[in-house]
Structures are given as C-alpha cells and as structure tokens.
C-alpha cells in the first residue's frame, strides 16, 4: 500500500478526500504533514444549506487560505493535517458557503481525535501537565475546553431539577468567591457564578430557565446558614424549603470550637496555654480519627476544666444528634435540649465559651431549617463531597485562577457533561 492510502486509511477518510502528499519534515520541528484534498466524489453529496432551496447542484466557488490542524502522533512525532478548505456554492440560488471538513473538532487547531485525547488526558491531570505531554500550548487547550464546555452545556436539561443544594467555592486563598449550584438527585453540578451575594441566585433561576427548568420547580434547596444565600432563596426559588444541612451546621460548629481553643491557647492560664500546645487536630478530628498517641494525648487532658475541652464535647454532643436521631419529633427535642444545655455551659465558663453560645443562638434561630434534614428526605452526600471537587477543580486549574477558568473546568469535571471520547475512526 503506498503511504498516502494508508495514511487516508488512518485519518478515517471516505471517497471524498484522498491525502494526495505525505511528507515527514525535520525543520523547523519534526513532524508529518499529510496534504489532504477533496475529490471528485464529494460534490454530488452535497445539499445547498438555504432551507428554501435545498438544492443538489453544487460546485466548487474556490479554495480559501490552506490550514493545519493538528491530529494525534504517528510513531510518536507530530503528525498535522494541510489542507485548504473550500467553499461550494449553489448553482440554483448561488449561495456561497464554507464546507465542514470531516475532521474538524470543535477549536480550531485540532482534529476531532486529537481533541478527543487531549480531553482525556485533562480528565487525569492538571492542565498545565496535559499542555506539556502534548506538546501543546495550554491557551489552545483552554480555548479547546472552553468551546467543548460551551457546546456541552447549551444542551444541558434541567427540566427534572428539583433538590438543589448551594455552596460556595473560594479560590485564590479566599479573596475570589464562586457560589456553586449542584443537583442533588443526579449528583452533578449545574451552574456557577462569581460572588456569593444573593444575586448569585437570580443569575440561576434566569440560566434555568434557559435549560428547560424553571426556579419555582426546584422544591428544597440545602444550602449554608449565609443571610445572602437565604436572601436569594427567598426571593428566586419561592417554593423551595431551605434545609441548613448537616456538613454546614458541623462546619460552623467546628469552627467556633476552633475560636475557643485559639482564645484558651494564647490568654488562658498557664496550665491551660501548656495542655493546648498544638492541639489543632485533637480538636478538630472525630475521635474515631485520632492516631494512638493523640487518643492518649486526649485523654490526659482534664477536658473538664478546659473551656475548649467543654467547646469539643458540645461538638461531639450535636454530633451525636445525628448521628443517632431518626425521627424528627425526637430530633426536635434533642436539639433544644442541646441549646438549652450550651447556654447552661456559658454561663459557667463565661466569656470563654462566648463563641459556644453564638452557635446555639444560631442554630436556635435556623431550628426549622437544619430540622428539615430530617423531614425532607433530602440527600446532601453530594454537596459534602463538593470540597473534595472544588479541590480537584483548583488542582487541575492550577496558575489560571480567573473564574471563567474555574467554571470551565467545574463543568467538565463535575457536570456530568457529554464530551467526546476517544475512539477509533469515529465519525
Ligand atoms: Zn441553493
């Protein structure tokens, strides 16, 4: 077989394009060039796209500028497809216009299988890595990714959205904010936007509605205790309960035990600043988590006397909530009691538990809200799992830290998109 068939071959071409030149060249840099051209063949299978005409006769108006387009190695060296695309035209209503070539992905420098395997690549690996196993400047992958993510999402439905739950992902050590909206039944993200105001949300209930779904649809949405986002809910998605779930209220709650330990560490007594000694984790992990020597170390300490070890075990206390509460009615009751047992705490340890105790205000004032985990039957194991996303997203976007970078690489990595894969000679 003489190389050009064999390479048409490869390339997946049909009887309309034949590869009339393949040349391996070593300057400026070593690679294939594989001069395609149409054929004969192509022009009566073609139809004038002017949906009045739809006529059969087309021919060739004229060629334009000749393009490359790169396409997935050969023997591991670059491999780049020439060709000069054409444009035909009508012979009926003379229309002019530009015809698709077969290979043609949807950026401009790339085939469809080199697109298809620079994606799969990205899937695996941060983007600056990908750029370097490919060779590849990664403003052209990104541009890449972008018009992928673009094409993907437009098609998006959202017509069977109605459990969503809302977080805020931060990016550049906490100066950037993009409010991040997910599906909690099909486990996938379905929008972001910078900032994490209450209009984060009308921005959502306008893009819904471009998806085929509808803001008043949306039934519960679990989400922090932020007024912003409670704002937004209120306003946007009418008819959804707002459940505060579980991992937020946790978050909250640590951090305000958190706030006590700094506190005890650096102004408390001497005996207390000693048994604080770096303490963040003892704290801060559940104890089934703590290494042997921190269980020992743990335990050595007199949590009774130590506002931090009375702010720990109120933690574990709520944790406790549930963990082993099923029925709302019991869940109720639990939590009160919780409340009322903090604020008892306080007044013990006064100004030392202070951040203790605006926890319970909080959570007293959100009762019906984190109640309705109970109630709902809402699961929120997605949005728990969101962290570990937003981690990855960062990962893989690393040194590109604008939001339309972020954003980009949220959808393709958690929004169930559909993208290409990588097969062979696929059409
Ligand atoms: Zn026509």
Redesign the pocket.
């Known amino acids: 077989m003489i190389p050009e068939k064999a390479f048409e071959r490869l390339l997946g071409l049909d009887e309309c394009w034949e590869v009339t030149g393949a040349e391996y060249e070593t300057e400026p840099q070593e690679r294939f060039v594989l001069v395609v051209h149409e054929t004969d063949k192509l022009w009566p299978k073609l139809i ?3 949906a ?4 059969t006769s ?1 021919v060739c108006h004229d060629h334009t500028e000749p393009r490359v387009w790169r396409h997935l190695d050969a023997f591991g060296k670059r491999t780049e497809i020439l060709c000069a695309p054409l444009r035909g035209r ?6 002019v216009w530009r015809i698709p070539v077969p290979w043609e992905g949807e950026g401009k420098h790339f085939t469809r299988d080199f697109e298809a395997f620079a994606l799969t690549l990205m899937r695996e690996m941060p983007m600056k890595k990908a750029g370097e196993i490919l060779g590849e400047e990664d403003t052209r992958l990104w541009r890449m990714l972008f018009k992928h993510v673009d094409k993907a999402y437009r098609a998006l439905d959202l017509s069977e959205l109605v459990h969503l739950g809302v977080d805020e992902m931060s990016s550049r050590k906490g100066h950037h904010y993009l409010t991040v909206f997910a599906d909690l039944m099909q486990r996938r993200v379905v929008y972001a936007t910078e900032g994490k105001d209450h209009t984060t949300f009308r921005r959502f209930a306008e893009e819904i509605l471009r998806h085929n779904g509808h803001p008043k649809a949306i039934k519960a949405v679990a989400m922090d205790m932020s007024k912003a986002y409670q704002k937004g809910a209120r306003e946007e998605l009418g008819n959804a309960e707002v459940v505060f779930d579980p991992f937020h209220v946790h978050a909250l709650v640590s951090q305000a035990v958190d706030e006590v330990r700094r506190k005890e560490a650096k102004t408390g007594d001497t005996e207390a600043k000693a048994a604080l000694k770096q303490s963040v984790y003892l704290f801060r992990k559940n104890p089934e988590n703590l290494s042997e020597e921190e269980q020992s170390r743990l335990e050595e300490l007199d949590l009774k006397h130590l506002a931090t070890g009375q702010a720990y075990m109120i933690r574990l206390e709520l944790r406790d909530i549930y963990q082993r509460t099923i029925k709302p009615e019991r869940a109720r009751y639990r939590l009160e009691s919780w409340v009322n047992w903090v604020r008892g705490k306080c007044e013990r340890f006064g100004e030392w538990l202070k951040p203790m105790s605006k926890v319970a205000d909080t959570i007293e004032k959100h009762m019906e809200g984190i109640l309705a985990h109970w109630s709902g039957g809402l699961s929120t194991a997605f949005l728990e799992g969101l962290n570990s996303v937003f981690s990855a997203v960062k990962r893989k976007a690393r040194g590109y830290r604008s939001s339309e970078y972020m954003i980009a690489m949220l959808y393709f990595v958690a929004g169930k998109l559909t993208f290409p894969r990588l097969c062979s000679h696929s059409k």
Request: hydrophobic letters at 15%; one cysteine or more; glycine letters at 0%.
């Open positions: 004038c796209p002017v009045t005409c739809r006529h087309i009508c012979k009926s209503c003379q229309h």
